[in-house]
């Protein structure tokens, strides 16, 4: 079986559930908590499985993959039904394009190591810190919805059917809220949402569903 080094809350490990959950494969979680005791993931015990010291992981018997993105590939490659590209290449381009906008672009500026330097260094108080998360995730959203805007447009980020865009989606739209973002300006992200959010796959895979969520 499968295994997912994971927290409830990390939005990086939350795409990795969707896309293990849309393509129906079963999975161990092993909850790795980034804030008990300092972070666990700073631990010698996790380090040994993941250099970076940084969440999620995939154990998929003797193979180890790391970086949520990188996961979703190797899912796509070994498990390819039901695909999450594509098969076009200009599509698998699209695709793309919109899972880094938010795993490239958005992301890497609300991660929890990103909070904790400007904590730290700069003395940005909850407030502050929230401010931040909002002004990037805003700016990265205005670009998506306009992508989405031009199309082409379907019930999910591309056509009929949920992609590695959507496993992306969703996890940052959860952050966007938890921030208090407006998200009144993006009727294409929360049309998407939407449809997303109704399917079985995505509800199992949701923060608030997970065995180590409080």
């Not at 672009?105 to 904790?116: E, F, S, T």
């Not at 056509?159 to 009727?187: F, H, I, K």
């Amino acid at each position: 079986m499968l295994a997912l080094y994971t927290y409830w809350r990390s939005s990086a490990a939350y795409r990795v559930r969707i896309a293990l959950n849309l393509k129906g494969l079963a999975y161990e979680p092993r909850p790795i908590h980034l804030v008990n005791d300092g972070g666990e993931h700073l631990k010698p015990a996790y380090r040994d499985i993941s250099p970076q010291a940084q969440l999620p992981t995939l154990v998929d018997g003797d193979v180890v993959v790391r970086q949520s993105m990188a996961i979703l590939e190797y899912l796509e490659e070994t498990r390819p039904t039901p695909a999450l590209l594509p098969a076009d290449v200009q599509g698998r381009a699209r695709v793309r394009e919109l899972a880094l906008a938010v795993g490239t672009d958005i992301h890497p500026l609300g991660n929890l190591r990103v909070l904790k330097e400007l904590e730290a260094s700069y003395g940005a108080d909850a407030a502050a810190k929230a401010a931040w998360c909002r002004r990037w995730i805003g700016n990265g959203f205005n670009g998506i919805e306009a992508l989405l805007e031009r199309g082409p447009q379907g019930h999910f980020c591309y056509g009929d059917s949920p992609t590695m865009a959507d496993c992306c989606l969703v996890p940052q739209y959860y952050n966007a809220v938890r921030w208090e973002l407006d998200l009144a300006p993006y009727p294409n992200i929360r049309r998407v949402v939407e449809a997303c959010q109704a399917l079985e796959a995505f509800q199992k895979a949701a923060p608030e569903a997970q065995p180590d969520a409080p």
